[in-house]
């Protein structure tokens, strides 16, 4: 919105700072992380009084989970509506990526709102069919990637860029929708089975957040891509700006989410959020980083898929408890130390994620 300024700006010579793709992301991070403040408690009263006795605890979880009892959730509302009215006032909306993006973190949001909604009113720990689910998840990435292909420049629409190697891609043709997808709802899903400790997925989200911000500002510059030898996908930069509201709008939720919670963000928000970050990696060509940046969240997900698969080959687990942050916990370690350690291990992979930028 404030960048249909500039127009208008270019004529009375004002406002040009409008103009830069540095400085509106900045104030997508500062008007994010300011409506999540400011609109944050009246939210949380609500959803706690509609909620009453918040959101159910897994039975068979651990033992200390159980004073979290009556926490409510559903606290991606407050991301969701941070990121939305942030990115609507700060991006260019004429861009279609911007579109694409939040079209994917919303459509996310609405589904893990419905399976939030039904943990809550049916006091269970699971909610609706997880074949409906996906099968909704699926279609919103496919749909997504679609629109990327067709906007993408032809040479690379359809193709898989491979990191530390200069120019290696794999043209995957049409196939390349099944990437995309595998990316998005890849992403959801894997933030979602990071959410599971006071603070433990907020923090890792923003710093694949800012990560991707400078990836896609330096995919969308012309002048940086061709410095970089990475490839140039114009109109990308301008996914910076949702970046950054991302990283106001948790960094606003870990105020009220920091130990003890006062609020779960709930699949409402990790499924969002998760997707949001899929959807980037897919329009900035760089899917595999996001694998490499969101370590944490693949790790947490191979440590699912391992202890199912071994319990239902052998009958024994691997893990103590799964996803891999609980298994830590069982072993005697405080949620505290969990948590810190894993943000962490994000920064770090972070950093060999921007490396891959000039490895090439």
């Keep these: 919105m404030l960048y249909e300024l500039v127009s208008f700006s270019d004529q009375i010579g004002v406002l040009n700072v409008f103009k830069y793709i540095t400085f509106r992301t900045g104030g997508a991070i500062f008007t994010a992380l300011l409506f999540v403040m400011l609109f944050g408690p009246g939210i949380i009263d609500l959803l706690r009084v509609k909620q009453g006795k918040g959101q159910p605890i897994r039975d068979d979880g651990p033992k200390s ?158 002048k940086f891509a061709q410095y970089l030898q990475i490839h140039y996908v114009a109109g990308t930069g301008e996914l910076a700006i949702i970046c950054g509201a991302l990283i106001g709008a948790g960094l606003g939720f870990l105020w009220f989410n920091a130990p003890p919670a006062m609020i779960f963000m709930g699949d409402t928000g ?30 947490e997900t191979l440590s699912v898929i391992i202890q199912v698969a071994s319990y239902k080959a052998t009958g024994k687990r691997v893990f103590r408890m799964a996803p891999l942050h609980h298994h830590y916990e069982q072993q005697g370690w405080q949620e505290s130390t969990v948590v810190v350690r894993f943000w962490i291990i994000s920064v770090i992979l972070a950093l060999v994620g921007l490396a891959t930028l000039k490895l090439r």
Excluded at 163 to 178: E, R, S
Excluded at 280 to 298: C, M, N, P, S
């Design 270 to 299: 990790s499924l969002a959020l998760g997707g949001a970050l899929g959807a980037i990696a897919v329009a900035t060509k760089h899917e595999i980083v996001l694998a490499i940046v969101g370590g944490l969240f693949v790790l």
């Design 65 to 222: 989970h159980l004073a979290k009892v009556g926490t409510p959730t559903m606290g991606g509302l407050m991301i969701l509506a941070g990121v939305t009215v942030s990115t609507l006032l700060w991006a260019n909306l004429g861009n279609p990526y911007i579109w694409i993006v939040l079209g994917v973190t919303l459509g996310y949001g609405a589904i893990g709102f419905y399976d939030d909604y039904l943990k809550v009113t049916r006091r269970t720990s699971s909610g609706f069919s997880s074949r409906i689910r996906l099968g909704l998840e699926i279609l919103i990435a496919a749909v997504a990637t679609g629109f990327v292909m067709y906007l993408g420049p032809p040479e690379i629409s359809k193709v898989l860029t491979l990191p530390f190697f200069k120019n290696a891609v794999l043209d995957l043709g049409i196939f390349f929708v099944v990437v995309g997808v595998l990316t998005i709802a890849g992403a959801g899903n894997a933030v979602n089975l990071t959410d599971g400790l006071d603070g433990l997925a907020i923090v890792p989200v923003m710093i694949a957040a800012a990560t991707f911000g400078l990836i896609a500002y330096l995919i969308g510059n012309a």
